[in-house]
T-cell receptor, first 112, second 116 residues
Framework: EDQVTQSPEALRLQEGESSSLNCSYT??????LFWYRQDPGKGPEFLFT???AGEEKEKERLKATLTKKESFLHITAPKPEDSATYLC?????????????FGTGTRLKVLA | KAGVTQTPRYLIKTRGQQVTLSCSPI?????VSWYQQTPGQGLQFLFE???????NKGNFPGRFSGRQFSNSRSEMNVSTLELGDSALYLC???????????????FGEGSWLTVV
């Protein structure tokens, strides 16, 4: 069964305390692994798409990596403004059917 | 540039009614996709349109339908509303579609639907 699982569900960090968020996926015919940031009451903000194992992308304090089974979002020296829910999604296609499945997210709180 | 615009932002409907939500994508974007977000199920993909054709479809009942116009604006319709349809409905646009490489996906602020 196609599935995307994120861990931990919630994470509290002190400002400057680096950590990683995990996204495990079992999606056939992976077309892309997507990371989003969502603030309360707003639509998700696109961060990255990763397409193949070994790929890495960076944006400011965020770095996303991808293996054949999971993706990590590394947050280096986070600041309070990084507090948000981080969502990952996997898009895949088999036999002409496309699936786009989201994880339930990691709620990140960065304390000053 | 203007972002993805969704209307209405908030609405309340009665069980059994139908509702139509509208989405105006970023200028030049030909792909519009729709999502349902609830506390219990999280974000779920409804369907995607590209150049007026439905390109991909999630696992939702036929009560959920959509269409895209020649100017790329899209509408989503839910018929025979149920209490469980209460959710935030999000629309996103992109140049090439969610399954295309090198593509940035932009979400709107969403339409909050409450079914009573």
């Amino acid at each position: 069964e196609d599935q995307v699982t994120q861990s931990p569900e919630a994470l509290r960090l002190q400002e400057g305390e680096s950590s990683s968020l995990n996204c495990s996926y079992t999606v056939s015919g992976l077309r892309g692994l997507f990371w989003y940031r969502q603030d309360p009451g707003k639509g998700p903000e696109f961060l990255f798409t990763l397409y193949s194992a070994g790929e890495e992308k960076e944006k400011e304090r965020l770095k996303a990596t991808l293996t054949k089974k999971e993706s990590f979002l590394h947050i280096t020296a986070p600041k309070p403004e990084d507090s948000a829910t981080y969502l990952c999604a996997a898009g895949g296609a088999t036999s002409g059917t496309y699936k786009y499945i989201f994880g339930t997210g990691t709620r990140l709180k960065v304390l000053a | 540039k203007a972002g993805v615009t969704q209307t209405p932002r908030y609405l309340i409907k009665t069980r059994g009614q139908q509702v139509t939500l509208s989405c105006s994508p970023i200028s030049g974007h030909r792909s519009v996709s729709w999502y349902q977000q609830t506390p219990g199920q999280g974000l779920q993909f409804l369907f995607e349109y590209f150049s007026e054709t439905q390109r991909n479809k999630g696992n939702f009942p036929g009560r959920f339908s959509g269409r895209q116009f020649s100017n790329s604006r899209s509408e989503m319709n839910v018929s025979t509303l149920e209490l469980g349809d209460s959710a935030l409905y999000l629309c996103a646009s992109s140049l090439y579609g969610t399954d295309s490489s090198g593509n940035t996906i932009y979400f709107g602020e969403g339409s909050w639907l409450t079914v009573v």
